[in-house]
């Protein structure tokens, strides 16, 4: 693969492969209304990753605007973007917001941060970016079909992010061959799950896999219990799985693997270290740590996106993942795996090729 930002020598001086310099970037977020807190989380991300740009690289003006959590709020910040002479916009960061934006026909570029409901695509010269859910349903069935897996079973929560991971895991994995035998839902208000675990256990043989979408508390009580009915097959797991912080009865998941941004463990060189930054940004230690992450990326991916579209193939190494863009404009991105090795949650070796991003 071909990685955006490589030095070259053009015309006699170093440049940056695929580098377009902005004049003014618009940052469209929520900053208030109900998403203000997950708005908050990006736009610091942002902001660290802007301040960090290195002295050589053109760094653009950059506005902020508050969408208020709306589409109306939305349009507004668009014009006034327009109006202030901005050449580019990232964001807004919900669905319906994105949508609206994108409905409008903006004659601006557009990195929108979230994918809007439906089959949609970005109008021609923008794209859109997402941490969604189904991606880490989808990254699990792969990775299991990789390693040989043909049969599994399925064990969620039954939060609507819950669901959409486990049908993109279903989808995803039957269309490579494999078969989902049963798909149990977790009762709410209880710790135990002997009957669920007892209804997925037939057909499910010694190589078989098993995917769970469910937050930590709840896999804190279901990985002991799949152990105590003697099922040895391999776990996998959404992102979900672990708060992006330590916890000691995280122990309860040792072998469990799952997908996640690299920056989270230090594993992608060149990004502000994460323990550093935590000191005088709580967001950074807490679980907003992944939204601070895709902020940072979108400001990494806002010189490249274009070339990206243009280069299939190429890509920049980023804090959520490995990032690439299709021809349809979207985001595709290759986290790393993870695992659980005595309560602490480590990153598998072999599961990106990690090297040096672009800023």
Known sequence: MRQ??????????????????YHQIALLL?????LKVAGEAVAEGFLTAYFNTPEAQPRPLLHVYDTQGTQAGTLAAYQQAQSAGA???????????VAALFSSNPTLPVLALNHPDGSVNPPQGSVEFG??????????????????IRSAVVFIAGSENEQRAAQAFKVQFEAGGGDVLTLQTLPQGTVNYVSEIRNAMPGLGANGGIFIAVPPETARLLIPQIRVARLR????????????????LDKDLDGVQFPDAPWLYDAQPGLPVRARLMRNLPVVAGHGARLFAFGMDADLLSPYFVWLQQHPGSYVAGATGQLSVD???????????????NGVAMPMAGTLALSAPTQ
């Open 233 to 248: 097959q391999p776990v996998f797991a959404s992102v979900q799985v672990y708060s992006g912080s330590p916890n000691a």
């Open 30 to 34: 929520p900053l208030s209304g109900p």
């Open 131 to 148: 941490l969604m859910p189904a991606d880490d349903g989808a990254q699990a069935a792969a990775r299991m079909l990789q390693q040989g």
């Open 327 to 341: 021809a349809q404009g979207h985001v595709q991105r290759t986290p790393i795996w993870v695992q659980f090795n």
């Open 87 to 97: 050449d580019l916009v990232v964001g807004p960061l919900a669905r319906d917001d």
């Open 4 to 21: 955006a930002g490589t030095v070259i020598a053009q015309g006699g001086s170093p440049t940056q492969e695929g580098f377009h310099t």
